[in-house]
T-cell receptor, first 115, second 109 residues
Framework: GAVVSQHPSRVICKSGTSVKIECRSLDFQATTMFWYRQFPKQSLMLMATSNEGSKATYEQGVEKDKFLINHASLTLSTLTVTSAHPEDSSFYIC???????????FGSGTRLTVV | GIQVEQSPPDLILQEGANSTLRCNFSDSVNNLQWFHQNPWGQLINLFYIPSGTKQNGRLSATTVATERYSLLYISSSQTTDSGVYFCAVEEPGNEKLTFGTGTRLTIIP
């Protein structure tokens, strides 16, 4: 079945630094990938839709200059949290699907802690 | 946007018990999936079920799209079933998933 790989699984960084998270579709090509954020004991909220070869689409309230998304190939999307602050500490998870009409597969997630 | 509510929010059961989790959604959907989020955060896809009934071992799910709800049944619960169960829906013409509020299931030995 479809596999989505996400790295790193856990990262701790200092306030003011940037962190890059990678999301790869291992056995299929994904023109669209999705980035979600989950705060403790809450549901998943979509942050942005990553489109291969074009700009990402951000959900209302998500700062596009803070959460940079790059989808340079059909198998890789990256999320960079720039100038991270403690309030950015969260669980970030990506997803993709092989084609419309099929279910979505999720990566294993990245737990970001900003100190 | 579409609203997705799950009930109950929390459920504590003895090992071996059966349970029913419910997902209500406020509008028509193209896609509905049930996920189990394990303690490490991994989302495990249980069912892709925009309509009808499916079964996989001790788990089964039913979606009644016309009445805008889905049910997840877990039989003979095991401690490994503990975790948070989410349903997520995709609206027509809108390629993204909206997650429900989740049900936290705790199975006691």
């Amino acid at each position: 079945g479809a596999v989505v790989s996400q790295h790193p699984s856990r990262v701790i960084c200092k306030s003011g630094t940037s962190v890059k998270i990678e999301c790869r579709s291992l056995d299929f090509q994904a023109t669209t990938m999705f980035w979600y954020r989950q705060f403790p004991k809450q549901s998943l909220m979509l942050m942005a839709t990553s489109n291969e070869g074009s700009k990402a689409t951000y959900e209302q309230g998500v700062e596009k200059d803070k959460f940079l998304i790059n989808h340079a190939s059909l198998t890789l999307s990256t999320l960079t949290v720039t100038s991270a602050h403690p309030e950015d500490s969260s669980f970030y998870i990506c997803s993709a699907r092989t084609q419309p009409g099929y279910g979505y597969t999720f990566g294993s997630g990245t737990r970001l802690t900003v100190v | 946007g579409i609203q997705v509510e799950q009930s109950p929010p929390d459920l504590i059961l003895q090992e071996g018990a059966n349970s029913t989790l419910r997902c209500n959604f406020s509008d028509s959907v193209n896609n509905l999936q049930w996920f189990h989020q394990n303690p490490w955060g991994q989302l495990i896809n249980l069912f892709y079920i925009p309509s009808g009934t499916k079964q996989n071992g001790r788990l089964s799910a039913t979606t009644v799209a016309t009445e805008r709800y889905s049910l997840l049944y877990i039989s003979s619960s095991q401690t490994t079933d503990s975790g948070v169960y989410f349903c997520a829906v995709e609206e027509p013409g809108n390629e993204k998933l909206t997650f429900g509020t989740g049900t936290r299931l705790t199975i006691i030995p």
